[in-house]
Each structure stands twice: as structure tokens, then as C-alpha cells.
């Protein structure tokens, strides 16, 4: 997508990461995740968690967004140190990566997924890891032409009390 800019996240775009990353979800996870709790996401509320993150933070997570000529936004992705449970470890971790979807397969999430990954092993990790939906089988597809490879560990995800299956991938940053 020719135009694109990825630049770090500001406060004065929660509200569009937040529109970003729920519609996202409802586009990537209708017929994975309980519809009702799709349905159910709130725009106002999720851009008041970023807020408040991004404000609150202890800065070791990073978020970009992908600006469209113009100053749309069309994806955010976060990322940062690699979360085993409570514990931190010296490997990175995207956290999410979402798009509007109408901008799916235009070189938006491949722009972000790039530029976090770039940023991580310029940091010094040597691996990055990421959870995916086990039957998001586009998403395990575009992780998996960007070098990541399912590394056994699987592990339920609840959504509105309904266990959804995730895989992590991994993926060798070099450096």
C-alpha cells in the first residue's frame, strides 16, 4: 500500500486503534469466539483501556499504527517483552496485530508485523513469540509466510466462558 506510514501510537489515536481492534475481531473470529460477546464489544470502552495503558505503562510494551495517505488509520500492532504468565523473560512477544478489514491483503499487517519485528531484534531478543486462534487459519497463514512456525505449546483462551483454543508461534529474530 503505497503511502503507508507506521509510527509509534499517541494517545489522540486510542480511539482509532480501538475501532481498529474491535472490528478486527469481529471480522477474524465470527463462527471462532461466542458471537454475543462479539456483539457486545464497545469502541468507547476499549479506547479508555489504551488510554489508560499507554498513560499508566511502564513503557515496555510498544504500540505502532499504520497511517493511510490521508492520516486514516488502518492497523495497530503491539508488542513487547515475551509474558509467561506474571513473569517477563529476555524474549519479545507481539501481542496483537490487527486491521481494518476492508485493508486486509493490502500490505498493511505485513508493514506492521515488519516493523515490530525489526524493532525487536534490534533490542537484542533473539526470538519473538505470538499467540494465534488454533482455527484462524488466515492468520496462521500470514504469520507463517512472515517466518513463524507453530512450536507445540497450545493452551486455552476464554472467551465469555467458552475455551478457544490458541498455538503460539515463534520465530528467530537474528541480529
Not at 81 to 108: C, F, K, M, N
Not at 112 to 138: F, I, Q
Request: hydrophobic share 40%; with cysteine.
Amino acid at each position: 500500500m503505497s503511502g503507508l506510514l507506521v509510527r509509534p501510537m499517541t494517545a489522540g489515536d486510542c480511539e482509532g486503534v480501538a475501532a481498529i481492534r474491535i472490528r478486527g475481531w469481529q471480522h477474524a473470529y465470527r463462527g471462532l469466539v461466542p458471537q454475543p460477546y462479539l456483539d457486545g464489544l464497545d469502541i468507547g470502552a476499549d479506547a479508555e483501556r489504551h488510554r489508560a495503558r499507554l498513560l499508566e505503562g511502564d513503557g515496555s510494551a510498544v504500540d505502532l499504527v499504520a497511517e493511510a495517505e490521508g492520516g486514516e488509520l488502518v492497523g495497530w500492532a503491539a508488542f513487547g517483552p515475551y509474558r509467561d504468565g506474571d513473569v517477563r523473560t529476555g524474549e519479545a512477544e507481539l501481542y496483537a496485530l490487527y486491521l481494518r478489514p476492508e485493508h486486509i491483503g493490502r500490505g498493511v499487517g505485513r508493514a506492521l508485523l515488519s516493523e515490530a519485528t525489526h524493532r525487536c531484534a534490534s533490542a537484542g531478543p533473539r526470538r519473538m513469540y505470538l499467540w494465534v486462534l488454533k482455527d484462524n487459519t488466515r492468520a496462521r497463514r500470514f504469520y507463517e509466510r512472515a517466518g513463524f512456525g507453530a512450536d507445540g505449546a497450545e493452551e486455552p483462551f476464554e472467551v465469555a466462558g467458552v475455551a478457544v483454543p490458541e498455538v503460539r508461534y515463534a520465530r528467530e529474530l537474528g541480529g
